[in-house]
């Protein structure tokens, strides 16, 4: 027998047995791509959207009628990078022995790339040297052809996609709109959390993607569907786990998916959970993660600090202005306020939370809200 898997991953995804839910989203997705409607996939960090993403794709290869290839463009600079990215993504999904696979590589020849092998994963990696900002833009277009012509239909997925609005190239997203708008077997999937980038780049008016795409907004996974498949995944590893654990790690982690699985992986080691059980795993990995927060406090101001804490003793605030929040802790003026609070938005220290009753604030790090909790 194999070595037990924790069914609670914390990075990466394993497959649809250790993935709770997301019916609803996947159906959209799904939906949209039967028929060619490009989706623009939104939440907060953490919240399981590279999750559905592939989730989504195995459930597309099951299907068996599609290609996918998934693009992370987090580190990614300028218009070259993005290149490069995307060509990497294709090789990996086409490998040279296939035919396509073969074209494409026909293609890439054509473009004087120099090839080389990550080190660690031996995942192929391209550099190309290009004469000229036109021969750059002529490769995007190539490459995204390339997946138009193969008789396949192909869903392409870029991660961290806002990452675009930091590109020198001013007319990135002019470009992509042109090439990607001919397309006929190839859809997309634009993925990332910065919500005000994103919604400035799909749905303003002036701007070339403009209403080109369907939003999808993801937030927490239904809180009893959660305890449903957490139960589940205990019981089915022989655990004893008791309600009161269960609606305790949901409350203390809120339910936000990254950190419910955190916790949900660390109980996994004992065969019997309780909630005292539950909260010495909370305040181990609390001060297992102290050193951090205390670097969080160098690199931010007395005074963005301060907010910080005070907000993490409220939990979530929704008049962030008010005389009566300001006072309690001693805050300042609402316009000195307003900057500490923009400032801390941009480095995602808080985050923003739209609702149809308006909008609410928190700490963005939900296990360093619980820190600051305790601390102050
Ligand atoms: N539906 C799910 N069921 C169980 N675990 C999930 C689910 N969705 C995501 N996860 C897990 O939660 C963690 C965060 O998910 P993921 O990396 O997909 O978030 P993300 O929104 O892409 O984050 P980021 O914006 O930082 O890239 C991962 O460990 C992932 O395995
Ligand atoms: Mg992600």
Request: charged fraction near 25%; proline fraction near 3%.
């Amino acid at each position: 027998m194999g070595k037990e898997i924790n069914p609670f991953p914390v990075k990466g995804y394993i497959s649809k047995e250790y993935f709770c839910d997301r019916e609803k989203e996947l159906n959209v997705l799904l939906r949209n791509v039967q028929n060619g409607v490009n989706t623009t996939l939104i939440s907060p960090r953490r919240m399981g959207k590279t999750g559905l993403i592939f989730r989504f794709f195995e459930m597309l290869i099951d299907l068996g009628d599609y290609k996918t290839v998934y693009v992370d463009i987090y580190s990614s600079r300028n218009l070259s990078d993005f290149i490069k990215l995307l060509a990497e993504a294709i090789i990996q999904k086409f490998p040279s022995k296939t035919p396509i696979g073969k074209s494409f590589w026909n293609l890439l020849k054509g473009l004087r790339p120099v090839f080389t092998f990550d080190a660690f994963t031996g995942s192929p990696q391209i550099k190309i040297s290009y004469q000229s900002e036109s021969e750059k833009e002529q490769t995007l277009q190539q490459l995204l052809a390339f997946l138009d012509g193969q008789k396949l239909l192909v869903v392409v997925a870029i991660d961290e996609f806002q990452q675009i609005a930091n590109y020198p190239e001013s007319n990135m997203e002019a470009l992509l709109r042109t090439y990607i708008q001919p397309l006929k077997q190839v859809t997309f999937i634009f993925s990332g959390s910065r919500r005000h980038t994103l919604m400035e780049i799909f749905s303003s008016s002036s701007r070339p993607f403009y209403s080109s795409t369907q939003f999808i907004n993801l937030e927490a996974i239904d809180c009893d569907v959660y305890k449903t498949f957490i139960r589940d995944k205990f019981e089915r590893g022989k655990r004893v786990i008791d309600e009161d654990s269960i609606n305790f790690v949901m409350s203390w982690t809120k339910g936000y998916t990254f950190y419910t699985q955190s916790i949900c992986n660390r109980l996994y080691p004992f065969k019997k959970i309780t909630p005292e059980r539950v909260k010495a795993e909370c305040n181990d990995l609390l001060l297992e993660n102290e050193s951090v927060y205390l670097q969080y406090r160098n690199l931010l101001t007395q005074k963005q600090w301060n907010f910080l804490a005070a907000l993490a003793k409220e939990e979530s605030v929704t008049l962030l202005y008010s005389s009566e929040f300001l006072m309690k802790y001693r805050l300042g003026s609402p316009s000195s306020v307003q900057g500490i609070v923009n400032s801390l938005i941009d480095k995602e220290m808080i985050r923003e939370q739209i609702a149809s009753g308006g909008t609410s604030y928190c700490v963005y790090d939900v296990f360093l809200m619980r820190w600051l909790q305790r601390i102050y």
